[in-house]
């Protein structure tokens, strides 16, 4: 009787779905690219042939893959580039995990690569630096939005641009639409940051991102750990840096930054202070051996990395790749921490989804592994909100594609308005966001639904 009952309650084995995650690239994946065909794995693994090599213009990419696509593409692509708001940069690395076979819905290629048969009408609300990080800072590179802690942008270059980069204000080259603002780059600058930070002693944890951390040199690393670990009230840092996804064989082959950043966390820890790496997946199509390799040697350190995402239509926006990229990352010891939404960054609506795709994506993907393991879904409100859950809208009209957020802890008695993508909504909604009056009351509605305050902050 007893076994009887015990068979029923037994588990069935689970299906090869489960274990999809543990399915990691192998191999010298990047002999398939007739650029890299001859290249050796000591050569692919280094860290500065794969900065010297990586591609910035349309003639380069079509030296590198060649006859892999049609010449057609070449052509979508180089409108693409033209009318791209980020300059574009693509380590080899990142070329190598490309499906050339299926370049337009391939969620490397959709990332990093523009292509003008794709882009969307902008949300006619659409604003550079819709996060108004310019607004909150106080000197130049440096965000103090959220009481405790704060954003320091000490460079404004990445080993990769990404086609969605919410700074898309300031990282970079200027492009033929885009001009720059200027970050701290200066020592000078830096000294003000660091000066600023010390004279706030409610600032306890400190992002250095960029630009993006990788791009430091070694000695800066140390001096930029060094200086913000002598302020007694800083506890807390995070080096912000994609790397680990876009070109993990840094981990392996720059010893000097790898050092250095293990140098920092170290002397964080004797000092009791947590120093810790943010790092920027999306697609599990971005993890081989080598992110599993270089993951081991931090692991092997001590040192936490976290990972943030972004939603991005093409590339993670179905249930089953965030899953299988939450399980991937789990697998290598990277903490999936946040999923954002993608922000009101213009000229990629392409790459936007509806915050109720975040809903349906974060439902099926909790439960799916350790709860420490599973993302939060956060939408940062444009106009200065900060983080919210995306879930915690105070209103949310899918039809007009319209949430209302606030943040009592971070703007209080101000409300935020976030868009869904304007190419996702019913014709007759799109052609009322045109009429700018029309538009304004559509809002001023939503924030009315939502109670509390009447007004909003616009993005
Ligand atoms: C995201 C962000 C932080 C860090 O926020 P966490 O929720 O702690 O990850 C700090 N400052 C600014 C301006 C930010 O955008
Ligand atoms: S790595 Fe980060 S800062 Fe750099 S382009 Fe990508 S999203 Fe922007």
Redesign the pocket.
């Known amino acids: 009787m007893e076994t009887i009952v015990r068979e029923a309650h037994r588990k069935p084995p689970a299906g090869p779905e489960a274990l999809e995650h543990r399915n990691i690239r192998q191999g010298e994946f990047w002999r398939a690219i007739p650029k890299y065909r001859d290249v050796d794995e000591a050569t692919f693994l280094d860290h500065i042939w794969q900065g010297q090599q990586s591609v910035k213009s349309p003639e380069e990419l079509l030296e590198t893959v060649k006859d892999l696509v049609e010449p057609s593409f070449f052509d979508d692509a180089r409108e693409g580039f033209r009318r791209a708001p980020m300059a574009v940069r693509v380590s080899p690395y990142m070329i190598a995990s490309v499906d050339w076979t299926k370049p337009y819905s391939d969620p490397i290629r959709t990332q990093f690569i523009p292509v003008a048969s794709t882009l969307r009408p902008d949300h006619p609300r659409l604003v550079l630096d819709s ?1 108004h ?1 310019l607004e ?1 800072s106080p000197v130049p590179g440096l ?1 103090h ?2 009481v405790d ?3 320091f942008l000490p460079l404004n270059v990445c080993p990769v641009y990404c086609r969605f980069c919410t700074r898309s204000y300031a990282i970079g080259s200027d492009t033929d639409v885009v001009e720059k603002v200027s970050l701290a780059k200066t020592p000078k600058q830096w000294q003000d940051a660091f000066a600023y930070i010390s004279s706030r002693p409610e600032l306890e ?1 400190i ?1 250095i991102s960029g630009g993006d951390s990788y791009q430091l040199a070694p000695k800066n690393v140390t001096a930029i750990g060094d200086a913000l670990l002598a302020i007694p009230h800083v506890r807390r840092m995070r080096f912000a840096t994609k790397g680990p996804a876009v070109m993990p064989m840094k981990i392996l082959t720059d010893h000097a930054w790898t050092d250095a950043i293990t140098g920092v966390v170290d002397k964080g820890r004797r000092l009791g202070k947590e120093v810790v790496i943010h790092t920027h997946f999306n697609s599990p199509r971005e993890i081989s051996w080598i992110t599993q390799k270089a993951m081991n040697v931090l692991f092997e350190r001590g040192i936490t990395v976290r990972n943030q995402s972004v939603l991005i239509r093409g590339v993670n926006d179905d249930p089953h790749t965030m899953q299988l990229l939450v399980r991937q990352l789990g697998y290598l010891h990277v903490h999936p921490y ?1 999923v954002y939404m993608h922000d009101l960054v213009k000229g990629v609506e392409d790459l936007r989804t509806p915050i109720q795709t975040a809903l349906d994506v974060e439902k099926f993907v909790r439960g799916s592994t350790a709860g420490f393991n599973t993302p939060t879904f956060v939408c ?1 409100a444009p106009g200065g909100g ?2 919210r859950d995306v879930h915690s809208f105070d209103y949310y009209d899918r039809r007009t594609g319209i949430a209302v957020y606030s943040a009592p802890s971070v703007k209080p008695g101000k409300h935020f308005v976030y868009f869904d993508p304007i190419d996702t909504l019913d014709p007759d909604v799109v052609e009322r966001w045109h009429i700018p009056q029309v538009a304004e009351a559509m809002i001023a509605e939503a924030v009315a639904h939502a109670g509390g305050a009447r007004s909003y902050v616009p993005a």
């Open positions: 996060l990080e909150d965000t939005r959220y802690k704060a954003l944890d992002v946040y940062d900060g983080k």
